[in-house]
């Protein structure tokens, strides 16, 4: 099944940059904006945001990430001298209550989805995937972590890697703790590695990172450079932790033509219970109501901005797929709340197609749930286009899997683990293996 290997890890050397790694992380580079991106560059001329999201016009910015590459390894990284596995903890609060997930970065064979171990349960879009590609072509490395999950409830992964030691990087950062430890031991790489022989590996974030490497390798393949084409850099976490964390992704619908709502709700009637009730003051409240709605089954809350009122939806006790025009979706996805919302809301409902939700063309994505209530309050100015609000429950682990098993993908930003993993803990250098 799935082939894990070490890496020989390129890392921040902290006894010549920084003692605060925190100074040097970064988030994933799809979750900073323009603003956020200056106050982290701000905090370091070696953090790896120069590097992740260049600076520069059109493929200009490539060019850069290289050169800002090239200088992060020579005055600020050092490469291990030995393949190892980095395990890799995270202690955060979500809640009000305390986690730590646990995981460890090591090296994937590449697969493509649908041929090999490695499970997707989104959809990708094209654009991001062609911009990580061009820069991943010109720092010809593994820049940033694809989050993948394997099944292990009896946690034998941990005995695997035995007595940790000391960490090679302890730090806060965007509001959790992080800490790595290296792992070379030969004995315990290699039980590691049996261990996740016979198990499937389930994406939980990085689509986009996990396919742009399997494009790469397909380039370097072309060009007869080496084993190490075949393997990309990936965070793996135990889909039985206690620590693992779903948030929901909230939906901002803006530019539909002829919006109308109460058209769509009279279509949707005959599948859900429909209530309207006042809209939520705060967060915890929303996301109660929504938990408490889906306790039967599917829910999710619409609200029109400024309108003060919020449409909770309940799928009906006897809904029947067939009878809704589901049937062409494999029974994982038949009565998956974020499913529903995108085939029978957003495509029929609203008219927004499948190529215009791949393309983002109405669509935005918030992960807080107090941003996207401020929105749907009229509080937020900056979202004036917003025409409606779609308000969601996180998707619970056991339906990624079942969708990953089955085969089929969620629609694009199904589900949110929290927290993100962030760039610079390890970096996998494909010049240093490349043939």
């Not at 806060?172 to 039980?191: E, N, S």
């Not at 990085?206 to 850099?233: I, K, N, P, V």
């Not at 197609?353 to 107090?370: F, G, M, P, W």
């Amino acid at each position: 099944m799935a082939r894990v290997r070490p890496v020989r890890g390129l890392r921040y050397d902290l006894r010549r940059v920084s003692s605060d790694a925190g100074l040097l992380l970064a988030p994933p580079y799809d979750v900073v904006d323009a603003a956020g991106r200056a106050r982290i560059a701000a905090r370091s001329p070696h953090n790896c945001i120069h590097v992740i999201l260049p600076t520069g016009e059109g493929d200009a910015k490539y060019v850069e990430g290289a050169r800002q590459f090239a200088a992060l390894k020579a005055d600020a990284l050092v490469h291990d001298d030995a393949p190892g596995f980095y395990v890799y903890h995270q202690t955060f609060t979500s809640e009000g209550q305390q986690f730590t997930r646990k995981g460890f970065i090591g090296l994937v064979e590449l697969t493509r989805f649908g041929a090999g171990p490695v499970l997707p349960h989104e959809r990708t879009l094209a654009g991001p995937k062609a911009d990580r590609l061009k820069l991943m072509r010109a720092c010809m490395a593994h820049l940033e972590l694809v989050f993948g999950m394997f099944s292990d409830p009896d946690r034998s992964w941990e005995k695997a890697v035995g007595e940790l030691g000391e960490p090679v990087l302890d730090a806060d950062f965007d509001g959790a703790h992080h800490t790595l430890y290296r792992v070379a031991d030969p004995a315990a790489t290699a039980a590691l590695t049996q261990i996740l022989a016979d198990r499937s590996i389930y994406i939980a974030d990085g689509h986009h990172r996990y396919e742009t490497m399997c494009s790469f390798r397909d380039e370097l393949e072309e060009q007869g450079r080496g084993e190490a084409a075949r393997w990309g850099l990936i965070y793996l976490s135990n889909l039985d932790d206690p620590g693992l964390v779903v948030l929901p992704t909230h939906r901002l619908v803006h530019g539909v033509a002829d919006f109308d709502l109460a058209a769509t709700l009279a279509a949707l009637r005959p599948f859900f219970d429909i209530d309207e009730q006042p809209l939520p003051a705060a967060g915890n409240e929303l996301r109660a109501t929504l938990a408490a709605a889906a306790s039967g089954g599917a829910a999710f809350g619409l609200a029109v901005p400024g309108a003060d009122r919020m449409h909770l939806l309940r799928l009906r006790a006897d809904f029947d797929p067939q009878a809704a025009g589901l049937g062409h979706l494999h029974p994982a996805l038949q009565r998956l709340d974020v499913a529903l919302l995108h085939e029978l809301v957003l495509e029929r409902g609203l008219g927004i197609t499948r190529e215009a939700q791949s393309q983002n063309t109405n669509l935005r994505y918030y992960k807080s749930t107090d941003e996207a209530l401020a929105v749907a309050a009229g509080q937020r100015p900056d979202a004036s286009d917003v025409q409606l609000v779609c308000f969601m429950n996180p998707t619970p682990v056991a339906d990624v899997r079942a969708v990953c098993d089955s085969g089929e993908v969620m629609p694009q930003k199904s589900t949110f683990f929290y927290p993100k993993i962030p760039t610079g803990l390890v970096f996998h250098d494909l010049r240093d293996d490349l043939t």
